[in-house]
């Protein structure tokens, strides 16, 4: 600009554009959009290279998803919750974590059953928990905050979300970011909580690339963690004594209400149970399981519902409800990054991908 003579004023003439529009690119409220970089470039004659910068692959967000059965994850949802991870970057310096010291980490992540269920042991030493009794949220939430994993409580609705919970790794900081669908049932949301717990500890998966097997040891971490080998051993006994199908599922579906998880993710430790160690299980039709597990998801409210009452909640009733449930440092972070940056509630959106109006509000009660 300066070498062409142009003042912001003529600048904005010469895009099209407001000078108020202009004028919140220099001072880093706003970014272009695409159309509005490609006249940018030809108004002062500057190139692709010159206008978009090329992040090194191994600086770009590392995303998982935590999707509803049957979705497919495409392009476009891996791109662009690698943009939230990069709109997250510069919010790491509001976190209260100690900058000097990265979190611990798993060296060797592995599927084997006996080294998941050694883990799983260890987790629960940790948590002061023994071997059977049931996890809860708490105990949950406790570990994701040693692990300084940022909680972010999110409204994404049932039908229309592509995931039910996403997780996002900036090599950059070390800083994890989970992001969990409240519009999930109570079960559900505790099974995907332990799934991420999985994926932050198994990290280095997603940093070579391992994205089927840093899914399947979440995944198996997370029934492993809920209901562990020493709880799968007792229940076996039970469901072997049975002899009909109807009783297999019941007794099923009566250790998912002690265990408060689904009793899908029970008879898949079961299964898990007896081919370590060699024991016939009994199948039961997965029609009637599949009906009795509808049956069961009826009975338990969404964690939104529980939370808020069934209403839809201000956004400052939000925070402070999502603050005191989850202890999460992510709406401190984010209002002291709003307030010293004044970004527009656009940015905000694509940030949480919440709608523009919701960013709006939120960044009202933020302020």
Do not use: C
């Not at 003529?10 to 108020?20: I, M, N, R």
């Not at 590392?62 to 059965?69: C, I, M, P, W, Y």
């Not at 071997?131 to 909680?151: H, S, T, W, Y």
């Amino acid at each position: 600009m300066d070498e062409k003579g142009l003042s912001q004023t003529a600048l904005s003439d010469l895009l099209g554009l407001s000078k108020a529009a202009v004028s919140k690119w220099f001072k880093g409220k706003s970014f272009p959009r695409p159309q509005e970089l490609l006249r940018l470039g030809k108004v002062l004659e500057l190139g692709f290279m010159d206008l978009v910068q090329s992040v090194p692959a191994a600086t770009e967000p590392l995303v998982a998803f935590r999707k509803r059965a049957g979705t497919v994850t495409k392009d476009e949802h891996t791109s662009r919750a690698r943009d939230m991870g990069r709109l997250l970057a510069p919010v790491v310096s509001h976190l209260p974590f100690d900058s000097f010291v990265a979190p611990a980490r798993l060296k060797d992540p592995q599927l084997d059953y006996a080294y998941i269920q050694k883990l799983v042991t260890k987790v629960r030493l940790e948590l002061d928990l023994d071997p059977v009794k049931p996890i809860d949220f708490q105990n949950l939430i406790g570990k994701f905050n040693e692990l300084q994993a940022v909680l972010v409580p999110v409204m994404w609705g049932k039908k229309s979300r592509h995931e039910n919970a996403l997780h996002i790794y900036l090599p950059d900081s070390k800083t994890t970011w989970v992001f969990l669908n409240l519009d999930s049932e109570l079960h559900d949301f505790k099974f995907w909580m332990a799934h991420e717990l999985g994926h932050v500890l198994s990290v280095s998966l997603l940093e070579k690339n391992e994205i089927e097997k840093a899914e399947d040891f979440a995944d198996a971490f997370a029934g492993a963690l809920l209901f562990p080998e020493s709880a799968a051993a007792q229940a076996i006994g039970e469901y072997s004594r049975k002899k009909t199908d109807s009783s297999r599922i019941h007794s099923i579906v009566g250790v998912a209400k002690d265990y408060l998880i689904s009793p899908f993710s029970v008879y898949r430790e079961l299964q898990r149970y007896s081919e370590h160690h060699g024991l016939s299980l009994t199948p039961v039709k997965q029609p009637s399981l599949h009906a009795a597990i509808s049956q069961f998801n009826k009975g338990y409210k969404t964690i939104r519902e529980i939370l808020f009452d069934d209403s839809l909640p201000s956004a400052d009733h939000y925070m402070r409800i999502s603050n005191e449930t989850f202890d999460t440092p992510v709406f401190k972070a984010l209002g002291d990054y709003v307030k010293a940056t004044e970004i527009e509630p656009s940015v905000l959106s694509r940030m949480l991908d919440i709608p523009v109006l919701d960013a709006r509000e939120l960044k009202q009660a933020l302020v």
